[in-house]
């Protein structure tokens, strides 16, 4: 079984409504159908990664290549997690969490994102949270990042629903034109003061040396 050589297909999160899991191929190519659909209002760009404005063809093939390549440059030391969330079986959207040097820096990084049609429900606040229990609780990081456009302000309020604060600016090029984003950190002690979903994990124990070396 594939599980037995690349144990990562065995992790799972569960919450109250979401799973979260690498996908096999026909979960990985809904999403791909969802991103080439447009996750945003396309007047805007949230992401850093400039996908908005390329042809909907592209955009799925950016999102397989994307998850493919993570497969394949996976590193204790260097790491990229990107799992489909799923509702009754249906895919919503995507959440990762990454890390360089987990096993001495203790600190992961997460990005996110959900089909339109799916926009408003709360799921990625669900999402956030059960990457931050894999983090925290089953990894035992000490801090995690997050960064959202000035005026991206549905990422913004997940995270300071989640105990994020600010943590500084960083700057990017947009379209041609220069944008704000805003930097955020969360450590252990405002993750559990915050903590308000639950979360559960399945077969991290036979993956965890993935993530720590």
Request: charged share 25%.
């Given at each position: 079984?594939?599980?037995?050589?690349?144990?990562?297909?065995?992790?799972?999160?569960?919450?109250?409504?979401?799973?979260?899991?690498?996908?096999?191929?026909?979960?990985?190519?809904?999403?791909?159908?969802?991103?080439?659909?447009?996750?945003?209002?396309?007047?805007?760009?949230?992401?850093?990664?400039?996908?908005?404005?390329?042809?909907?063809?592209?955009?799925?093939?950016?999102?397989?290549?994307?998850?493919?390549?993570?497969?394949?440059?996976?590193?204790?030391?260097?790491?990229?997690?990107?799992?489909?969330?799923?509702?009754?079986?249906?895919?919503?959207?995507?959440?990762?969490?990454?890390?360089?040097?987990?096993?001495?820096?203790?600190?992961?990084?997460?990005?996110?994102?959900?089909?339109?049609?799916?926009?408003?429900?709360?799921?990625?606040?669900?999402?956030?949270?059960?990457?931050?229990?894999?983090?925290?609780?089953?990894?035992?990081?000490?801090?995690?990042?997050?960064?959202a456009f000035a005026d991206n302000h549905a990422s913004y309020a997940v995270s300071?629903?989640?105990?994020?604060?600010?943590?500084?600016?960083?700057?990017h090029v947009i379209r041609g034109v220069p944008v704000v984003g805003r930097r955020?950190?969360?450590?252990?002690?405002?993750?559990?003061?915050?903590?308000?979903?639950?979360?559960?994990?399945?077969?991290?124990?036979?993956?965890?040396?993935?993530?720590?070396?």
């Open positions: 079984m594939i599980v037995d050589n690349w144990p990562l297909f065995g992790l799972v999160l569960r919450t109250p409504r979401l799973e979260l899991r690498l996908p096999d191929l026909a979960r990985l190519a809904r999403l791909g159908e969802i991103a080439a659909a447009g996750v945003h209002d396309p007047a805007v760009q949230p992401f850093a990664a400039e996908w908005t404005d390329q042809p909907p063809a592209k955009v799925a093939r950016s999102v397989l290549q994307w998850q493919w390549g993570t497969w394949a440059s996976w590193q204790p030391d260097n790491w990229s997690l990107g799992l489909v969330a799923t509702a009754d079986g249906r895919v919503v959207g995507t959440q990762s969490v990454d890390a360089t040097r987990f096993a001495v820096r203790r600190e992961v990084g997460t990005g996110s994102w959900i089909g339109r049609d799916d926009h408003g429900r709360g799921y990625g606040t669900e999402m956030r949270a059960a990457v931050l229990e894999l983090a925290f609780t089953g990894l035992d990081a000490q801090f995690a990042t997050s960064e300071r629903r989640l105990g994020y604060a600010d943590d500084g600016i960083a700057r955020l950190r969360l450590d252990r002690e405002s993750w559990l003061a915050a903590r308000r979903i639950p979360v559960e994990i399945e077969g991290l124990a036979g993956c965890r040396e993935m993530f720590t070396g």
